[in-house]
């Protein structure tokens, strides 16, 4: 009996997935025909080449959505639809969702599935709901205490349109127990028992994030879907989904605000270039391509950014007393003649007293709100005074007209009031020490005013800027404005929302940068204190809140629970977290289990020795990854040596500089992996990573956590205590 009772259930479940492959199959089947409907709806607008300058206008306008509409419906190989959920009788998904629905039962239950685009029949009736849209919400955030509604939830296992299987939640009415009781859950255990989840825990990294949606978990979802306005403040430790949590809340936000994000944009903002290639491919997968992706240098545009300036002038360059400094070094740039000015113009000889051109510069900037578009008020008040200064005055537009461009009034004028580039500007203000001294003088110290000195260049165009000069360039521009008030180069475009993941790292001269591209406030910022490296690293959120919202207090949430990093590995990182970091609690790990770090002690510092022991731990760990990807995270000093290393024993690879993480072996430093994920690290020598930076074990506790699945740590130098405590403790090492 009970073998054809297993029979039975093996027949039942055969069928069901059958069933669900024939409505996925049906899915597809609709959004190929909604794509061959806007295909062919336009190649009949398109055939219609002629007409009015307003009609070809209007075509082209219609191209742009016809083509972006296609793209949204543009699945590239993923899944489209997760998963379903089932209604109670009389009950509707979610709080007050209502809305779309993909089935109803006689019973008065509803089914609806739920995938990564909305998809319609051509009666216009949802086969698959947005994920984005509020009847999905409990297909993420529905737990046994808090069903919201539902009686079941059931996750696919796909691999394109193809489904594998399926896993099914069964949820009591009102999340309570036979007895009345509310039902007990372990969320760590539900986590484990998620196969979709697992799945994309254990699947092996190739460079890039991978597709999440599917997985998204309940606090993740409650901060990809909470309010637009204000300021969002997201802490989150290693492998909580930071990252994911931050893209996922930007297409979320443009699909609920369509009008007015549409046309305002949305800014996402990214630590480093290599961080950027890793999640490109997230937003195009969830139908938003619209979406700006950037770091901070790529808001410069024509400028070119590379490297970073040493620790203690980057912390003078990030600190908000530069927007004083800068801010005098336009004002220096306004000033009056040093002698007078004296022309012919014909009998007639015109003169400009040195106190008469002061008046005028003093005039400009009571009246001009940038430092560009005070120019033509200057050139009109100078020659309005020549015109003046003689006894029978002359018409000020026909002296302009004649002496406009001749030397001597082309050199007064650029005195006074040249027209600047922001490149322009610093280049000069950093290539002189008495520039310098005048604007720093009372706002910084000597030692500070002397390191940002450096040599000029013969044009400034020839500097290539260090990520430290980005937000003093932005700084600038803000206060000089276009060169031509008419253009649109050199002004600065402003979102409406604006997303940044790693904030802990901002210093407040990027704050500024940031909060200018804010059209009205509203800003999602991701990141983890703990991890604070850079030369601003924050020891709380309470720092940036004063500098970000300073009027209105922002929302906090918090990402506790870490799926990416194992628990053996967690525990051994959280080791390096600093004594003042004793409040901050590092997540709780999904994955209880697996492999224990390793530990490999090298008889001393010999470099040939260290190189070996690199070289063998890659060898070693490569066929535990399999196809996924390993990293050699080092102190920046170190790159080029083991990178050295690994090409003289012939094994390929990456750098930080040069495919990172684009082959399945890099040699990075710990900040260029600061956000991404590997399958295996192999970490050299802790205390060089420790040593090259102020905030050096939160840098070694970034290392440390970048692993999925292994971690090995080579050390020929004394660990630091913390860490050889955690290793001695835990491993015995």
Known sequence: MDLLSS???????RSELEAEQAYVDHAHACLDATRRRIREFWERVAAGRDGTHAARFERDVLEHRVFQRLGQLELGGRSLCFGRIDTRSGGKAGDGAGG??????????????????????????????????????????????????????????????????????????????????????????????????????????????????????????????????????????????????????????????????????????????VFLTYVEQILPSLGEAGVRLVTLGDLLESVPVSGHDSEPVARTKGDARMATVVRRAVRTRQRALREPLVLDYGLR????????????????????????????????????????????????????????????????????????????????????????????????????????????????????WTSDDVPLIDEARMLLGPRNPRGNAGRIRTYGHIVVDEAQDLSPMQ??????????????????????????????????????????????????????????IMSFAAACLPPEMADLVPPRAARPGGEPPRIVRLPGTDPQTRAGAVVAAVRSE????????????CADEQVAELSGALTAAGVAHGTSARRALGMQVSVCSARTLKGLEVDAAVVV?????????????????VALSRATQRLTVIAGEPLPRPLEEAAIAALGA
């Open 7 to 13: 029979v039975s259930e093996i027949d039942v479940a």
């Open 100 to 273: 779309d629905g993909a089935g109803e039962g006689d019973d008065g239950s509803e089914t609806f599935y739920i995938g990564r685009i909305g998809v319609w029949d051509e009666d216009q009736a949802p086969v698959v709901c947005d994920w984005r849209a509020p009847v999905a919400e409990p297909f993420f955030r529905a737990t046994g205490r808090q069903p919201l509604g539902l009686t079941r939830r059931r996750r696919f296992v796909s691999r394109g349109s193809r489904l594998l299987g399926f896993d099914d939640e069964h949820f009591s009415p009102g999340g309570l127990d036979g007895d009345g009781s509310p039902t007990a859950v372990d969320p760590d255990s539900a986590l484990r028992e998620n196969p979709a989840l697992q799945a994309v825990l254990e699947a092996p990294r190739t460079g890039r994030l991978g597709d999440v949606t599917a997985t998204i978990q309940a606090e993740q979802d409650d901060v990809i879907r909470a309010p637009l306005p204000g300021v969002l403040i997201v802490q989150g430790g290693p492998g909580t989904g930071k990252t994911v949590v931050a893209l996922h809340r930007a297409a979320y936000l443009i699909y609920t605000h369509r009008f007015p994000l549409a046309g305002q944009g949305v800014l996402v903002v990214g630590p480093n270039p």
């Open 349 to 464: 000889r015109l003169r400009l007293s040195t106190e008469a051109s002061g008046a005028i510069v003093a005039g400009a900037r009571r009246r001009a709100r940038t430092h560009n578009g005070g120019r033509r008020l200057v050139v009109e008040a100078f020659f309005e005074s020549l015109a003046t200064s003689v006894r029978r005055p002359v018409d000020a537009a026909e002296l302009a007209g004649a002496l406009g461009e001749t030397l001597d009034v082309r050199r007064a004028l650029d005195w006074m009031w040249p027209q600047l580039t922001p490149a322009h500007l610093l280049h000069d203000l950093f290539g002189s020490r008495a520039l310098l001294a005048h604007a720093a003088a009372g706002v910084l110290d000597d030692a500070e005013t002397e390191g940002l000195y450096r040599p000029r260049r013969a044009h400034a165009d020839d500097v290539v």
């Open 511 to 568: 704050l500024r940068m940031v909060g200018r591209r804010s059209l009205n406030g509203s800003l999602t910022l991701v990141g983890d204190i703990a991890q604070a490296t850079g030369a601003w690293a924050h020891d709380s959120w309470d720092s940036l809140v004063d500098l970000v919202s300073p009027e209105a207090p922002p929302n906090f949430a918090e990402l506790t629970i870490g799926y990416r990093v194992p628990q053996p």
């Open 622 to 633: 490569l066929p535990h990854v399999g196809a996924g990807n390993l990293a050699v995270v």
């Open 685 to 701: 020598e802790p205390a060089r990573i420790v040593a090259e930076s102020a905030a050096g074990m939160r840098l070694l506790y």
